[in-house]
């Protein structure tokens, strides 16, 4: 890549930005205001610094190396680099008492956007611990200045001190061209399209790959990066250093190989990835006189790598090593241009092509000493920046594996990021001891860790005694015995009136034999007779299986057929709707106990008490089945799902604490008998004392007034899945705290974000095999945001396991 035109060593006046120079450019534009490419490099001086000789040497760096003095033009509407006359270096030497405030002031000092058009892209600091400590803060943009330039600047700064102290003339590398004939050289090679088979070698490897690594995030992923980000560093056990360099040699690679496949993995497994892409820099100095110069020369790889969860640890290593080589062969394809090849999907919430990269380093061997100094490195200010999902960087020190990953703190919390570090080791030190395991056999989280996980995926919240539905209910009969249980149009029946029709019932259902371990149909549309027919089967002790009116014949045939239930409750119109084959009980006003001039329940009437264990034909216990509900059969067959009372009272509870649900709460009943959110909604106005409020027609209203409805009504909570939510009017008045649940279906944040900020909004997920609801989110936000709102935690007296697809807890 030598210039076809003999220049004269410092280069161009102006010249135009290299490849790698070019794609940073571009990322800055894309960020909030502040520079995300700072790269701030600290240096302990330790011994007998003369400040004025270390500004001599500062200053004859700036001026060897012309891109320290460059600006970026946009005059001619391109960026362009300008040269522009050195300065000298001045120092301002700040006194400082402690580390701790030395990393404080190093911190404010590198908080500072640099200004890429009027510059300086370089700046100095030195902080004075004691007469013999001394850091030199060298802060510089990441468009001039690269990490094996800061090798080149700790070799040149020891020889221009030594050389200073000596009074002599330094002996440094001649720099056969400066950074500007580089750049304009490597536009011209790309122009002549030398680089062209590099570039279609990337597209055939990369065209059908996975641009988008899908990890779970803490956060809403945001519609655009804003680069924010932090980092934690770690060091690895000096055991597991030594197995990682023996495995290495054992299977003749480098170490880079062996923790980059480890890298791959533990992210593939976290994503639930087989087939991801990873960064990987190359420093890009190919051209001889490159190697002694301070620039912006790296280029980044995209390596493609494989962890499918049946291969083994040792099969991925060689997988990776191979993609290595092809990738340090192919090295000097621009990574720009690879991206534009290849024209991925634009998406300005992620980098092009990877979310994650790898980096290692080996750290010098020896500390330069001149001028009676000891040049070392010291650690960097904190990182408040990151240019990717998540990075790491593992450098070999002193024969210490230390790693720092680097995170967007948009989308992870802190917490998060250690436990990465944490799986991240286990597995390396699991997979080098193991190397022919599977991927997903190989354990990431410690015994302990995987102890703590078994116990710890518990709900929140305090713990629910196990209480049989006829018990929880009759409390509140007690408490509230004149609150209105029940509401259906001018209907209203209080909890007195309820609980006394329920039992009249129970004791014929008794009569007939219905007891525990029975199953009773239930074929009742929504409305009062549907609640009295539940809380009498209850009473009995049997369990109900509802049965909705306006399901399919052949469905509800089948249900029937299946379960084959002893006795089916259900109304004159459903006595004919089909040829039943069970007996049939129909209810009417005698047997309600109703009576016909006042609509009041005798309460002299023996038949109106109470049941016990003596009326029953045994016992009731919390482990009985209260009810069984079939599934929708959408992925196949239906089937019926028994739930005991002891997992009703839980959700019962749970979800009446959680929604804020009172005693004169309004709590509409909007789902379909056999559905298992009816069950829901009715247990959480009746076992809180609340009404449960039914209205004629109510579907009916979806689409047009519902709203209305919801308003005159007076609701106070409804369950709704998101299609339904998604129905309806964003406009419309809704009640005063208004409680919304979403179930059923996925949420989307769209969605949330529309109703969130009109309502108190829960998110709800759970199979019925768990009782309705497993899962429950805290009160949704107004925010917008890319990813769906959480499904939550589990609720009380729940305990869920996040498994792969070989049932294996995952972190």
């Not at 929140?460 to 509401?487: K, N």
Request: one cysteine or more; proline letters at 8%.
């Amino acid at each position: 890549m030598q210039p076809k035109d003999s220049q004269d060593r410092r280069g161009d006046r102006d010249f135009p930005l290299s490849l790698a120079q070019e794609r940073i450019w571009a990322s800055e534009q894309l960020a909030d205001a502040g520079s995300h490419y700072g790269t701030p490099v600290v240096f302990a001086l330790r011994g007998d610094l003369d400040p004025g000789l270390l500004e001599e040497a500062l200053t004859h760096i700036v001026e060897r190396h012309e891109v320290l003095r460059s600006v970026v033009s946009i005059a001619s509407g391109s960026p362009r680099f300008v040269v522009v006359p050195a300065h000298p270096v001045r120092l301002d030497p700040q006194d400082v008492a402690s580390e701790q405030e030395m990393t404080e002031r190093v911190s404010a000092a590198t908080a500072a956007p640099f200004d890429l058009l009027h510059g300086p892209l370089v700046r100095f600091g030195l902080y004075r611990l004691g007469p013999a400590d001394h850091r030199l803060l060298v802060d510089i943009h990441h468009l001039i200045f690269d990490g094996v330039s800061a090798g080149v600047l700790v070799q040149e700064l020891a020889e221009l001190l030594a050389a200073g102290a000596e009074g002599r003339t330094p002996e440094l590398p001649v720099l056969p061209i400066a950074y500007g004939q580089y750049a304009v050289a490597q536009r011209r090679t790309l122009d002549e399209g030398l680089l062209g088979s590099q570039i279609e070698h990337w597209y055939s490897r990369l065209k059908d790959a996975s641009f988008a690594l899908d990890l779970p995030t803490d956060y809403p992923r945001p519609a655009r990066m804003s680069f924010h980000g932090a980092s934690h560093s770690f060091t690895l056990p000096a055991s597991l250093g030594v197995e990682l360099a023996e495995a290495a040699r054992r299977w003749s690679v480098t170490p880079y190989v062996v923790m980059l496949a480890g890298w791959a993995a533990v992210l593939g497994r976290y994503a639930g990835q087989e087939d991801l892409l990873v960064g990987t820099p190359m420093a890009g100095r190919t051209e001889p006189g490159t190697e002694d110069m301070i620039g912006m020369f790296v280029n980044v790889l995209a390596l493609r790598v494989r962890p499918e969860r049946d291969q083994t640890f040792l099969g991925l290593v060689n997988q990776t090593r191979q993609a290595s080589i092809e990738g340090l062969v192919h090295q000097e394809a621009p990574i720009e241009k690879v991206i534009e090849r290849l024209r991925p999907p634009r998406d300005p919430s992620r980098n092009p092509l990877f979310q994650t990269a790898f980096v290692y380093d080996e750290a010098l061997e020896e500390s330069p000493h001149a001028a009676g100094v000891t040049i070392e490195g010291a650690a960097p200010p904190p990182r408040t920046a990151s240019k990717l999902d998540l990075s790491i960087e593992v450098v070999e020190r002193d024969g210490r594996l230390e790693a720092e990953i680097e995170y967007a703190t948009d989308l992870f919390a802190p917490e998060t990021i250690r436990r990465i570090a944490t799986h991240y080791t286990t597995f390396l030190a699991n997979a080098v001891r193991s190397p022919n395991r599977p991927l997903c056999e190989i354990p990431l989280a410690s015994q302990e860790e995987h102890a703590l996980l078994m116990t710890r995926q518990s709900g929140d919240g305090a713990s629910y005694d196990p209480v049989v539905l006829p018990s929880l209910f009759e409390a509140q009969v007690g408490r509230h015995p004149d609150a209105c249980a029940v509401s259906f149009g001018a209907l209203r029946w209080s909890y007195r009136q309820l609980n006394e029709r329920a039992n009249r019932l129970a004791r014929a259902l008794s009569a007939r034999g219905m007891g525990p371990e029975e199953l009773v149909g239930v074929a009742l549309p929504s409305g009062p007779l549907l609640v009295l027919a539940i809380l009498a089967i209850s009473k009995a002790g049997a369990a109900f299986l509802p049965l909705d009116p306006a399901y399919p014949a052949k469905r509800i045939e089948y249900i029937v057929g299946d379960a084959r239930p002893a006795l089916l409750l259900t109304d004159a119109i459903g006595a004919t709707a089909q040829p039943w084959t069970m007996p049939v009980l129909v209810l009417d006003e005698q047997q309600t106990g109703r009576d016909k001039g006042t609509g009041a329940d005798s309460d002299s009437d023996s038949e109106a008490a109470n049941l016990s264990d003596a009326h029953r034909s045994h016992p009731l216990t919390p482990a009985h089945p209260a009810y069984v509900i079939y599934t929708s059969g959408s992925t196949g067959t239906p089937k019926g799902v028994t739930v005991t009372h002891e997992g009703l009272a839980g959700l019962s509870g749970a979800q009446i604490e959680a929604f804020g649900v009172r005693s004169d709460s309004r709590v509409l009943q909007f789902a379909s008998p056999s559905f298992d959110a009816s069950v829901s909604e009715l247990c959480m106005a009746l076992l809180s004392g609340a009404t449960a409020v039914f209205v004629p027609g109510l579907h009916d209203f979806v689409g047009g007034s519902f709203e209305a409805v919801l308003v005159r009504e007076t609701v106070t909570h409804v369950t709704l899945p998101p299609s339904v939510l998604a129905s309806l009017s964003p406009d419309e008045e809704l009640p005063a705290d208004l409680t919304v649940v979403v179930a059923g279906e996925s949420l989307t944040a769209d969605l949330a974000a529309r109703w969130s900020g009109r309502c108190r909004m829960f998110n709800a997920y759970g199979p019925t095999e768990a009782t309705v609801c497993a899962t429950l989110s805290g009160p949704l936000t107004g925010k917008a945001g890319n990813e769906p709102p959480p499904i939550g935690r589990p609720i009380a007296d729940t305990r869920i396991l996040v498994l792969d697809e070989g049932l294996r807890p995952l972190p």
